[in-house]
T-cell receptor
Framework: QKEVEQDPGPLSVPEGAIVSLNCTYS??????FMWYRQYSRKGPELLMY????GNKEDGRFTAQVDKSSKYISLFIRDSQPSDSATYLC??????????FGQGTELSVKP | DAGVTQSPTHLIKTRGQQVTLRCSPK?????VSWYQQALGQGPQFIFQ???????QRGNFPDRFSGHQFPNYSSELNVNALLLGDSALYLC?????????????FGPGTRLTVL
């Protein structure tokens, strides 16, 4: 079993839709929970990170962590075609080793 | 402020050859981590360098080795290349100590092994 599970999609939504991306994990030692966005043929770009259970909002993006269920989510409001990319969840233990999910490919259609 | 830079952008090698990839961290960062990303997969941790020492290592064979220089730049070396080493190699930089969670990635080097 992988430490971090993420549905690879692909996920296709119309412009303006609310997008929900999710990951589950098995290791309760994870301390930080990150979301990265990766455009085709580019490196991952850090969108947000959270430390504890709860919500964190940044513009159209909301990250949610439920440590009791070992479940994290990223919500994108008012999705735009420019949001079309692969979204990677990642988790980290002390020391800096990032463990990534497989990534979910998102396509926002105009 | 320059972000993380990597060179070369693309590389084509044949089986059995050796390759060296280079990374310059974001200004002010002192820690460099290397990741391998196969097509359609998330990045996998190879190793991390801090103060010119390998601090952590993932589940990769000894064919993968690295180095960090006094200016914090880093190299990834892969010997005896296999077809399965074809991937995007990513470098990420961060601050040592308590800021390890904020890792910023470079654009990657795409390695093709024929």
């Amino acid at each position: 079993q992988k430490e971090v599970e993420q549905d690879p999609g692909p996920l296709s939504v119309p412009e303006g839709a609310i997008v929900s991306l999710n990951c589950t994990y098995s290791n309760s030692a994870f301390q930080y929970f990150m979301w990265y966005r990766q455009y085709s043929r580019k490196g991952p770009e850090l969108l947000m990170y959270t430390y504890s259970s709860g919500n964190k909002e940044d513009g159209r993006f909301t990250a949610q962590v439920d440590k009791s269920s070992k479940y994290i989510s990223l919500f994108i409001r008012d999705s735009q075609p420019s949001d079309s990319a692969t979204y990677l969840c990642a988790m980290i233990r002390e020391g800096g080793k990032l463990i990534f999910g497989q990534g979910t490919e998102l396509s926002v259609k105009p | 402020d320059a972000g993380v830079t990597q060179s070369p952008t693309h590389l084509i090698k044949t089986r059995g050859q050796q390759v060296t990839l280079r990374c310059s961290p974001k200004s002010g960062h002192d820690t460099v981590s290397w990741y391998q990303q196969a097509l359609g997969q998330g990045p996998q941790f190879i190793f991390q360098y801090y103060e010119e020492e390998e601090r952590q290592r993932g589940n990769f064979p000894d064919r993968f080795s690295g180095h960090q220089f006094p200016n914090y730049s880093s190299e990834l070396n892969v010997n005896a290349l296999l077809l399965g080493d074809s991937a995007l190699y990513l470098c990420a930089s961060s601050l040592g100590g308590a800021r390890y969670n904020e890792q910023f990635f470079g654009p990657g080097t795409r390695l093709t092994v024929l």
